[in-house]
């Protein structure tokens, strides 16, 4: 069974700082998704990550996979109060449909 | 870039009565659409995989009686909570299958009385 883990849960942290987020997964995939969640909102695409050694970058964000070390990071560089709210990765887990496990989500609230 | 609606957006119903919750992709085909519920504060939960044209696949501890799915076209599924109870108050959010990625519909918010 597929588990996808998140660290840290929580997350506060001033505005100018750098901080990573961590996901790890229990079994292969082929592929990785971030997203981030407003309060009472849906998800918003983040990042697609498709290959080992992937990276991508959106702004302040800026994602990568490890697919032998089953690891993923969602890095914020010069973090600003906009990017608050809850990030989410999630593992593609094929069985006849293209499944996502999610992890646990990372609330993150960055301060003035 | 592909858009995924629902409707409607949130709900209030008495208990036991059933409530349906539709969604759909509105610029592309979807053979397949998934169903998550998301309880406050926590993560998403997958309920059922909706296939077009065929039934649903639960995952496990999901009640299938009590929560309807039906595909009935490549652009819309539609979840029925039936006979609701204040327990199965969530936020429901549906995705639909793209090349690369799910596509996520704004979500519906359901309380039951």
């Known amino acids: 069974e597929l588990k996808v883990e998140q660290n840290p849960l929580f997350l506060s942290m001033q505005e100018g700082k750098n901080y990573t987020i961590y996901c790890n997964y229990s079994?292969?995939?082929?592929?990785l998704y971030w997203y981030r969640q407003d309060p009472g909102k849906s998800l918003e695409s983040l990042f697609v990550?498709?290959?080992?050694?992937a990276v991508k970058q959106e702004g302040r964000l800026m994602a990568s996979l490890d697919t032998k070390a089953r690891l993923s990071t969602l890095h914020i560089t010069a973090a600003v109060h906009d990017l608050s709210a809850t990030y989410f990765c999630?593992?593609?887990?094929?069985?006849?449909?293209?499944?996502?496990?999610f992890g646990q989500g990372t609330r993150l609230t960055i301060n003035p | 870039g592909a858009v995924v609606s629902q409707h409607p957006s949130r709900v209030i119903c008495k208990s036991g009565t059933s409530v349906k919750i539709e969604c759909r992709s509105l610029?592309?085909?979807?053979?397949?659409m998934f169903w998550y519920r998301q309880f406050p504060k926590q993560s998403l939960m997958l309920m059922a995989t909706?296939?077009?044209?065929?039934?649903?696949?639960?995952e496990q501890g999901v009640e299938k009686d009590k929560f309807l799915i039906n595909h009935a076209s490549l652009t819309l599924s539609t979840l029925t909570v039936t006979s609701a109870h204040p327990e199965d108050s969530s936020f429901y959010i549906c995705?639909?299958?793209?090349?690369?990625?799910?596509?996520f519909g704004p979500g519906t918010r359901l309380l039951v009385l």
């Open positions: 909706s296939n077009e044209g065929s039934k649903a696949t639960y």
């Open positions: 999630a593992v593609g887990s094929f069985q006849g449909a293209q499944k996502l496990v």
């Open positions: 079994t292969t995939s082929d592929r």
């Open positions: 610029d592309f085909q979807a053979t397949t």
């Open positions: 995705s639909a299958e793209g090349a690369e990625t799910q596509y």
């Open positions: 990550l498709l290959s080992n050694g």
